[in-house]
């Protein structure tokens, strides 16, 4: 069946760095696009980043562009979230996503989620 | 970027209720949209999409419907199990992807 479970979450300071890390499993990792999809109590479920299932496309929302970067590793069937620059406001979970087959943009299968907290 | 606005917030009901809840995206999105269920602490769980087919294994009474900005969802008799917070996302214009606010069914 299909597992993603996310790690690397944690506690950091404003202006600090995190790379999350999602392994996945159950499926064939390197034919799907997946997304990254936080989670705030205040702002509900808010999409963050997709990549393709070929790691040659990437599309990012406005408020993480320029500070977070999405990344795939076919050889450890892992998508990883490197966030740079983080602020209070990027304090969530955040779930990794597999793209559906029949249309990549939306979600068939969700992570656990990992907690990031950005605070001084 | 697409606005997608649930109705209501919240919402209580009964086991064994009708229950529909309303997305309205600020264009058209031409069926391109999905449903989720989320219970407290779990991930969101996929239950339709293009507006109204059901994800395998989701249970017969939720149902979809709608076209161009308007849609439904309605869970034709509630079960205990039902109660969650639903969410409604679009995927015809990305990106962004985005989510409508969500919408708490709670047991009246």
């Known amino acids: 069946q299909v597992q993603l479970v996310e790690s690397g979450g944690g506690v950091v300071q404003p202006g600090g760095s995190l790379r999350l890390s999602c392994a996945a499993s159950g499926f064939t990792f390197s034919s799907y696009g997946m997304h990254w999809v936080r989670q705030t109590p205040g702002k509900g479920l808010e999409w963050v980043a997709f990549i393709r299932y070929d790691g040659n496309n990437k599309y990012y929302a406005e408020f993480v562009k320029g500070r977070f970067t999405i990344s795939r590793d076919k050889s450890k069937n892992t998508l990883y979230l490197q966030m740079n620059s983080l602020r209070a406001e990027d304090t969530a979970v955040y779930y990794c996503?597999?793209?559906?087959?029949?249309?990549?943009?939306?979600?068939?299968?969700w992570g656990q989620g990992t907690l990031v907290t950005v605070s001084s | 970027d697409i606005q997608m606005t649930q109705s209501p917030s919240s919402l209580s009901a009964s086991v064994g209720d009708r229950v529909t809840i309303t997305c309205r995206a600020s264009q058209g999105i031409s069926n391109s949209l999905a449903w989720y269920q989320q219970k407290p602490g779990k991930a969101p769980k996929l239950l339709l999409y293009?507006?109204?087919r059901l994800e395998s294994g989701v249970p017969s009474r939720f149902s979809g419907s709608g076209s161009g900005t308007d849609y439904t969802l309605t869970i034709s008799s509630l079960q205990p199990e039902d109660f969650a917070t639903y969410y409604c996302?679009?995927?015809?214009?990305?990106?962004?992807?985005?989510f409508g606010q969500g919408t708490r069914l709670e047991i009246k």
């Open positions: 996302q679009q995927y015809h214009s990305t990106p962004p992807i985005t």
């Open positions: 293009a507006a109204s």
């Open positions: 996503a597999k793209g559906a087959a029949v249309a990549p943009y939306f979600f068939d299968y």
